[in-house]
C-alpha cells in the first residue's frame, strides 16, 4: 500500500505539531527542570542563557530550530524551561511544523520524479547524510587495522 503524498504531508505536519507541544509541556513543568538542582542536561546558567536568547531573537528561533536536528529536540523543552508564552510558542511552531512537514516532504516528493536523482539516489544520500567514523578499539587494536568489506 503507498500512501498517498497529501497524506503524508499531514502526518508529518501534524506530528512536528504535537511533538513540540509534548516537549513545551515537559519542560514548563514547575519542577524539576526550571528550579531543580543542576543536572547534566539542564543547568540554571543554562536557562538563564536560554531566556536571554528567546528575548534576543525572539520566537522566530523556534521556526529556524527545526533545521538543525539536535537543536529541534531540545528547544521545545527549553521554550517551556524558560517559560516562553505558550499562545506565542504554538503559533510558531505551527509555522515552522507546517514548513518543515510539508516543505521536506513535497521536497522529496518532487525530487524523486528526477531521473537523476531516483538513478543516484544511494550517492547522494551519502554525501548529505554523515557517515559514523569508528573509533580504534572497533577497528581493532593497531590503528592500521581496517575492516574488510
Not at 7 to 17: C, D, F, N, P, Y
Not at 20 to 38: I, K, M, T, V
Not at 86 to 94: A, D, P, Q
Request: aromatic share 10%; with cysteine; charged share 20%.
Amino acid at each position: 500500500m503507498i500512501l498517498a503524498v497529501e497524506w503524508s504531508v499531514v502526518a508529518r505536519g501534524e506530528a512536528a505539531i504535537l511533538g513540540d507541544q509534548a516537549g513545551h509541556l515537559f519542560g514548563a513543568r514547575p519542577a524539576p527542570l526550571s528550579s531543580g538542582p543542576d543536572s547534566r542536561l539542564f543547568k540554571r546558567e543554562n536557562v538563564e542563557k536560554a531566556n536571554a536568547f528567546f528575548d534576543k531573537y525572539g520566537p522566530r528561533s523556534i521556526v529556524l530550530a527545526r533545521l538543525v536536528p539536535v537543536v529541534r529536540t531540545f528547544t521545545p523543552i527549553v521554550a517551556g524551561v524558560s517559560a516562553m508564552h505558550y499562545r506565542t510558542f504554538v503559533l510558531f511552531i505551527v509555522i515552522g511544523g507546517t514548513l518543515w512537514g510539508v516543505g521536506v516532504t513535497v521536497l522529496g516528493y518532487f525530487l524523486g520524479q528526477i531521473d537523476f536523482v531516483k538513478a543516484h539516489i544511494e550517492f547522494i544520500l551519502s554525501a548529505i547524510v554523515p557517515q559514523p567514523r569508528r573509533s580504534n578499539s572497533e577497528l581493532g587494536k593497531h590503528p592500521d587495522t581496517r575492516p574488510c568489506l
